[in-house]
């Protein structure tokens, strides 16, 4: 979404499942050159192949990213209720 692409490509589902399991997101495309060191660093962990080191929604919701003026130029801005109400969809 930070740069209009995905992080997989592939021309059929199996060829799309193949690169998410075993392909690492990479950051080397001309695109990511604005995007901030944190907002990589959390794509990198929601992302992650180990799903015991992955991010919750709620490790997300905490992470740097939100407290930056990458986010908050973003024009995106979340209240406890908003943040709760995600939550809330997540667990449903």
């Not at 990511?32 to 919701?61: H, M």
Request: charged fraction near 40%; glycine fraction near 2%; aromatic fraction near 10%.
């Amino acid at each position: 979404m930070l740069v209009c692409d995905f992080p997989f490509n592939g021309d059929s589902v199996e060829q799309l499942s193949r690169e998410i399991k075993k392909k690492e997101v990479e950051f080397t495309k001309n695109e990511f050159k604005n995007v901030s060191k944190e907002a990589k660093d959390l794509i990198s962990k929601l992302l992650e192949k180990n799903k015991d080191k992955r991010y919750s929604i709620q490790d997300a919701l905490n992470h740097e990213w939100f407290k930056t003026n990458d986010f908050k130029e973003s024009n995106i801005e979340l209240d406890d209720s908003q943040k709760n109400r995600i939550l809330r969809s997540f667990n449903d």
